[in-house]
């Protein structure tokens, strides 16, 4: 089944105390994004990867940091978190392409809800 | 300004009306236009493609305006399964980005 898992789905943390959220796709798609979802502000985009070793800063990169190391993973690290980092996460993978109608088909994660306190 | 914009709503509609909802955007560069779905707590989907000539897909139809930047969705005979949050979705072109969502309307179809 063509999916993208995200993990953990859940997470309760400290102010302070490094964490990772993974994020895996069986689509071979170059394209892979994470994104924040707050209530009134919808999805923003924190950092996006075009292909391999390929990283970009998106709408809301401070205190994240990313990798991709290999096409279909891709995870979010927070080195230091901070409360304003509560939020449910998103990563989202698609093919790379330029333009059409379809070329901004995303396919999303079941999402990561992270609480830090 | 918003790059999308959208009514956050709530539209609380009987089962059976048709519903319509517009979005803009701001970026006249924009190349490609969505609409996304998102159930309560779940991750959005794709629902369809906006093309410039219009597009329906059983009770969905979706129309673009260009020069006045602005995206419908119009929903005929609502289901209680209709109810969710829409998202507008932008391409403003290619690589980068990707994708601008809107912060999307809820819709609510009640029985």
């Known amino acids: 089944e063509a999916q993208v898992t995200q993990n953990p789905r859940y997470l309760i943390t400290v102010t302070g105390k490094k964490l990772t959220v993974t994020c895996s796709q069986n689509?071979?798609?170059?394209?892979m994004s994470w994104y924040r979802q707050d209530p009134g502000l919808g999805l923003r985009q924190i950092y996006y990867?075009?292909?391999?070793?390929?990283?970009d800063k998106g709408d809301v990169p401070e205190g994240y940091k990313v990798s991709r190391k290999e096409k279909r993973n891709f995870p979010l690290i927070l080195e230091s978190p901070s409360p304003n980092q509560t939020s449910l996460y998103f990563c989202?993978?698609?093919?790379?392409?330029?333009?059409?109608?379809?070329?901004?088909?995303?396919?999303f994660g079941p999402g990561t809800r992270l609480t830090v306190l | 300004r918003k790059e999308v914009e959208q009514d956050p709503g709530p539209f609380n509609v009987p089962e059976g009306a048709t519903v319509a909802f517009n979005c803009t955007y701001s970026?006249?560069?924009?190349?490609?236009f969505f609409w996304y779905r998102q159930d309560c707590r779940k991750e959005p989907k794709l629902l369809m493609s906006?093309?410039?000539s219009g597009n329906e897909d059983g009770r969905f139809t979706a129309q673009l305006n260009r020069a006045s930047q602005y995206i419908s969705l119009l929903i005929r005979d609502s289901k209680l399964s209709d109810s969710a949050t829409y998202l507008c979705?932008?391409?403003?072109?290619?690589?980068?980005?990707?994708?601008?969502f809107g912060s999307g309307t809820r819709l609510q179809v009640q029985p």
């Open positions: 979705v932008v391409n403003t072109g290619a690589g980068r980005r990707a994708l601008t």
């Open positions: 970026n006249s560069a924009s190349q490609s």
């Open positions: 689509m071979n798609h170059e394209y």
């Open positions: 906006v093309y410039s």
């Open positions: 990867s075009m292909n391999v070793e390929v990283t």
């Open positions: 989202a993978s698609s093919l790379l392409a330029s333009g059409g109608a379809r070329s901004g088909e995303q396919f």
